[in-house]
């Protein structure tokens, strides 16, 4: 028989056509200040680099390799989160749906912080034997690891509202509110280059408080926003339970800060952490 003919290729669609879709043109119109609310948390990063350029020697690589170990949490908490739940909120938001988008909306932002919060008091408990793990030899030394490990404990408090602002940017992205948020971020912005400059004098681990400070922030801006747009609070309807989650955080904090493991054997620290971090997870 004869072979059978090949479908028809798809004719090429040049960017001046899709220019042509009124959709198309107000997603890139609304681009860059999604981008910018989106990036907002690295730069205000690249603001602490340039502060921590101005102290002595050693408070960049402090800075930098203490947001390494701080991305880990924020992608999988935060970011990850937030993309699994654009594509529903997008489709109520089109729907009008106030009440379910809100609904939706909070499951996420529970989630969220059920992850990011223990994430934090693991991060802020053990900051001193991650540092001294991943970064404490060669020439970094002990001094430069006590650095980080200040810069991380610093910044732990922040990541819970690092966190839950990524699926409510992915809410205000659905509702087209990407100005409003666009605007929240200069003003988290703003507030961490200022409270930077006020926490410079307890050296790198100030400016990374400040920038967790400035997190904290955004958040609540942005919560105003969807306030204002009619969606329900998460406050509102689970903040008993956001109570007792950053209460036993902090007892978690404290316990794990408290036990004296060893830094001789790097083996036996890292297996040790592993299991904490193991048993924690369970536990919780």
């Known amino acids: 028989p004869p ?6 290729l798809p004719s090429p669609v040049l960017f001046r056509h899709a220019l042509r879709n009124t959709a198309a043109r107000s997603v890139l119109r609304r681009m860059p200040l999604a981008s910018f609310g989106a990036s907002v948390h690295q730069v205000q990063v690249l603001v602490g680099v340039f502060l921590a350029s101005l102290l002595a020697q050693g408070s960049i690589s402090a800075l930098y390799f203490a947001e390494r170990l701080f991305e880990i949490p924020l992608g999988l908490a935060g970011v990850a989160i937030a993309v699994a739940a654009a594509p529903h909120l997008a489709e109520l938001a089109t729907h009008n ?3 379910k988008f809100g609904t939706v909306l909070n499951e996420g932002l529970g989630v969220s912080l059920f992850l990011s919060l223990p994430a934090a008091a693991g991060l802020a408990g053990l900051a001193a034997p991650l540092a001294w793990l991943f970064f404490g030899h060669g020439a970094y030394g002990n001094e430069g690891a006590a650095h ?3 810069c991380l404990t610093a910044y732990a408090p922040g990541l819970p509202a690092m966190c839950a602002a990524r699926p409510m940017l992915a809410a205000l992205a659905a509702l087209g509110e990407t100005r409003s948020a666009g605007i929240a971020a200069c003003q988290s912005l703003l507030a961490a280059v200022l409270l930077g400059l006020m926490t410079m004098s307890m050296g790198p681990a100030g400016i990374a ?10 958040t609540l801006l942005l919560l105003r926003i969807l306030r204002r747009r009619g969606i329900p609070s998460f406050f509102s309807c689970c903040g008993k339970r956001l109570l007792l989650y950053i209460l036993l955080c902090a007892a978690l904090a404290l316990v794990l800060h408290a036990l004296p493991l ?3 054997e790097r083996a036996m620290l890292a297996g040790l952490i592993c299991l904490l971090a193991g048993g924690c997870a369970f536990l919780w």
């Open 209 to 218: 408080l400040g920038i967790s400070a400035a997190a904290w922030c955004n």
């Open 97 to 99: 749906d106030k009440q």
């Open 3 to 8: 072979a059978a003919s090949a479908p028809p």
């Open 148 to 150: 980080t490990a200040a």
């Open 262 to 264: 060893p830094t001789g």
